[in-house]
Each structure stands twice: as C-alpha cells, then as structure tokens.
C-alpha cells in the first residue's frame, strides 16, 4: 500500500495523537498534587469571596427588612391620620391621606419583594458554601491520601533501592563483614596450630635431652625392647 493512501495518513495522525494524549496525560499526573494543592487554594480564595458575599446580602436584606417595617409603621400612623379626618368630617384631607397612603402601600410591595429576593439568594447562596465546603474539605482529603501514599511508596522505593539488587551496598557490607570473620577464624586456627607444634617441638626437644642425659628411660631403645620380650618366657 502507497504513502499516498488516506488510510495510512489517518492512522498515522491517530497514532500521533494518541501520542501526545499520552504525553500530556504523563506530564498532568507528574503535575498531580500541584494542581491538587493549586485547586485548593483557588477554591478557599472563591469559598472566601463567597463567605463575604453572604455577608454582605445579610446585611442588605436586614436593611431592607428594617425599611419594610418602617414603611409598614408609615402606613399605619397615616392611616390613622385618615380616621380621624374621616371622624372630624374632612373628606378632602382624608382623600389626600388616602393617596399618600395608596403611595406607601406601593412602595411597601416593592420592599416586601426586595425583601424575599434578598431572602432567596441568601438561601441559594448558603447552599452553594456549604456544597464547595463539601468539595473542598472531601478534596483535602483526597490529597492529604495521596500525599501519605506518595511519601510511602517513596520511602518503600528507596529501601527497595538500598537493600535490593546488584548494587546493594549493604549485603555487599554483611558479605565483606563474613568474609572478615572468616578470614579472622582461619588466621586464628593457624595460630593456634603453630602454637600448638611450637609446644610439641618443644617438648620433643626438651625429652630427646633428658634421655640423651640418661634422666628419662629410652623405653623405645633395644635394651629396653629385650628387657620386656623376656619379661614375657616362661619360668
């Protein structure tokens, strides 16, 4: 088949893809408790941002409950200010009572649903802290596993390297050390068994003068081989 066939051009480009997936997938899991420890930061930075945003939309909505009090107290004393035009027979003063009253009540209704707004996204709010506390406390512990899983499998790497293999420095050091103590043995034996015929020689010597002087029987001598063949006639 030719270079000139599609298909060996698409599965070459297939192969060069998958080659650099690999690759970037290799490079990311080198990478892996950096961005772990990146992601964390960047989610504490946003949960904070997040935490201050409640507060403040708490604070908004208790000025906002506080105003809707106070526009529902405003309706109330004008309200009375119109019964008692109503009681005193002003209908024109109690009319124009009734229009600022018409007035507050609308504004009210705008307070009253600023209020819920505010209300809702506080609510909406609360749960999303409390989902991204879940993330993040769930993803703090992912790392601090990993983190002890890598420092493990360092350690058990490094002992397997030390005590493994051709190059194992320390079997290479109890083998020298046997060697030694063997070497220490058989030098001592051979001592040993110098001192040993040094005693005998010695003692050899020592006898062989002592017969030569006639102190010590020569028990192996002739006379002495005769002395005992006729110790053995009879009669």
Do not use: F
């Not at 024109?92 to 009734?98: F, G, I, N, Q, T």
């Not at 989902?131 to 993040?136: P, R």
């Not at 983190?147 to 499998?153: G, L």
């Not at 081989?225 to 009879?234: D, E, G, M």
């Amino acid at each position: 088949m030719s270079m000139s066939d599609p298909n060996i051009w698409s599965k070459l480009l297939t192969s060069i893809r998958g080659g650099a997936r690999e690759l970037g997938e290799a490079w990311v899991d080198s990478q892996a408790l950096r961005i772990l420890d990146q992601e964390i930061r960047d989610c504490d930075l946003e949960l904070r941002r997040s935490r201050e945003s409640l507060a403040e939309l708490i604070a908004r909505h208790s000025l906002a409950q506080r105003r809707l009090s106070d526009s529902s107290d405003k309706v109330a004393e004008y309200e009375t200010y119109a019964i008692k035009a109503l009681e005193s027979g002003d209908e024109s003063l109690a009319r124009e009572v009734a229009d600022k009253i018409v007035l507050l009540e609308s504004g009210r209704g705008d307070d009253e649903r600023h209020v819920q707004q505010l209300a809702l996204s506080a609510t909406e709010l609360r749960k999303a802290i409390a989902m991204a506390e879940g993330n993040i406390r769930r993803l703090k512990q992912q790392l601090d596993t990993v983190k002890a899983t890598e420092s493990m499998q360092r350690a058990q790497a490094a002992v397997a390297h030390r005590y493994a293999g051709p190059q194992n420095r320390l079997q290479t050091a109890v083998d020298s050390l046997a060697r030694i103590k063997q070497k220490q043995a058989e030098r001592g034996a051979r001592m040993e068994a110098a001192t040993e015929l040094a005693r005998q020689d010695g003692g050899d010597a020592l006898e062989r003068k002592l017969r030569e002087a006639g102190i010590i029987a020569d028990d192996a001598g002739a006379e002495a081989v005769l002395l005992r063949l006729r110790q053995k006639l009879p009669g």
